[in-house]
């Protein structure tokens, strides 16, 4: 029974190991961003000190009776860049990411709250809810960054963080 416990314990790390040192990083709440996973070029044309891309990512199988999906949220380090290593900006990118973590949440429960009523309209179906949820994420986005002057303004970078945190432990 240990050595069991020890080999699941090694494969473990060696897993947990292995998703860290490729393109993407999968949220999680022990895992914080550090400078080293912005591995992009950044764009010296652009206006912006850094760019974090998170995406959400949804599979969806389905057939005449059920369906099942998988939603996860993701960091690309290899296009994510910064020109700049405050730790404040540091806390505003995560921000982000911390965001992208909550509307994965929501497309989750929009799916499992979805009604199943003809398979021949799920594909379309979800892929509203995706952009529908997206939008909203969107404009969440938006108002950060311009509440927190992208994470100029102190005390607003400090009240979206704590904000962020509350709704991640919901």
Same mark, same amino acid.
Request: proline share 2%; glycine share 2%.
């Given at each position: =029974? ?5 080999? %699941?314990?090694?494969?473990? $790390?060696?897993?947990? &190991?292995?998703?860290? @040192?490729?393109?993407?990083?999968? *949220? !999680?709440?022990?895992? +914080? ?12 044309? @652009?206006? %912006?000190?850094?760019? /974090?891309?998170? /995406? ?9 009776? @059920? ?11 290899? +296009?994510? *860049? !910064?020109? @700049?290593?405050?730790? &404040? ?15 994965? #949440?929501?497309? #989750?429960?929009?799916? +499992?709250?979805? +009604? ?7 594909? &379309? ?9 997206? /939008?909203?994420?969107?404009? $969440? &986005?938006? =108002? ?6 992208? !994470? ?7 009240? *979206?963080?704590? #904000? ?7």
């Amino acid at each position: =029974m240990k050595i069991a416990i020890f080999v %699941f314990t090694i494969s473990l $790390v060696f897993t947990f &190991n292995k998703a860290f @040192s490729q393109d993407t990083i999968h *949220w !999680s709440p022990c895992y +914080k961003l550090k400078w080293e996973d912005f591995q992009g070029t950044p764009d010296t044309t @652009s206006k %912006f000190k850094a760019v /974090s891309a998170a /995406s959400i990512n949804y599979t969806l199988t389905n057939d005449e009776k @059920s369906f099942s999906y998988n939603v996860i949220c993701v960091f690309y380090k290899k +296009k994510s *860049w !910064s020109k @700049s290593k405050s730790g &404040n900006l540091l806390r505003h990118e995560q921000g982000h990411f911390d965001l992208a973590e909550l509307f994965a #949440r929501k497309l #989750r429960q929009a799916f +499992k709250n979805y +009604k199943f009523n003809n398979p021949a309209t799920i594909q &379309n179906d979800f892929k509203q809810i995706a952009k529908d949820i997206r /939008s909203e994420r969107d404009k $969440v &986005n938006t =108002m950060y960054d311009k509440e927190t002057n992208f !994470s100029i303004n102190k005390e607003k970078q400090v009240y *979206w963080s704590k #904000r962020i945190a509350k709704e991640l432990l919901k």
